[in-house]
């Protein structure tokens, strides 16, 4: 098991032109969460997920965002008609039922870097 | 704005210094968490501490939690210059989402 993964590590997308991440979390954990992260800021909530269901979502998920877990392991973040403002490291992270750590902690992956022209 | 306020925004320092930053946040907590940052990089987990929990230590961090204030502190001893990055306290109010501050950047000069 070697952690959090994303994919890809960084896109370069033009703006209107849709784009799909993916995370795959430490197996075991139940909990996967979305995060979106710009220069010189923190973190900020977008979504999360236990097992396949998606329990919460921020006001800042328009509805250009769809987030899904199929089978309750990897998810794909999709963002459709993406624009300039979307530009951010894009992170996930898991948590729960995982040998390394209690209920709570979340592990991040490496994120996946957007740039929209 | 965000509910997790890390202090002092930047903090620099010497080599074997230690250092010390600080977060506070608004509402009850169920645990609150610290992470390290490096530049363009991910976040690394460094300390979870429980709100029924007052001080916490893993190697050179002390973590220490003040529910009554709703703050918490991190201290480094020792710094080294791999110590510089940016910190964050994340806490957790539920089993869901982790809130975020914008962080402390901490620069070890050697």
């Not at chain 2, 690394?44 to 009554?68: F, M, P, W």
Request: contains cysteine; charged residues 25%.
């Amino acid at each position: 098991d070697t952690g959090v993964s994303q994919n890809p590590r960084h896109k370069i997308t033009k703006r209107g032109q849709n784009v799909t991440f993916r995370c795959d979390p430490i197996s075991e954990h139940n909990r996967l969460y979305w995060y979106r992260q710009t220069l010189g800021q923190g973190p900020e909530f977008l979504t999360y997920f236990q097992n396949e269901a998606q329990l919460e979502k921020s006001r800042l998920l328009s509805d250009r965002f769809s987030a899904e877990r199929p089978k309750g392991s990897f998810s794909t973040l999709e963002i459709q008609r993406t624009e300039q403002g979307d530009s951010a490291m894009y992170l996930c992270a898991s948590s729960g039922g995982g040998r390394e750590a209690g209920v709570d902690e979340q592990f991040f992956g490496p994120g996946t870097r957007l740039t929209v022209l | 704005s965000q509910q997790g306020e890390e202090d002092p925004q930047a903090l620099s320092i010497q080599e074997g210094e230690n250092a010390t930053m600080n977060c506070s946040y608004k509402t009850s907590i169920n645990n609150l968490q610290w992470y390290r940052q490096n530049s363009g990089r991910g976040l690394v987990h460094l300390i979870l501490i429980r709100s029924n929990e007052r001080e916490k230590h893993s190697g050179r961090l002390r973590v220490t939690l003040d529910t009554s204030k709703k703050s918490s502190s991190l201290l480094i001893t020792a710094s080294r210059a791999a110590d510089t990055a940016s910190y964050f306290c994340p806490h957790n109010t539920n089993a869901g989402k982790s809130t975020f501050g914008d962080g402390t950047t901490l620069t070890v000069k050697p």
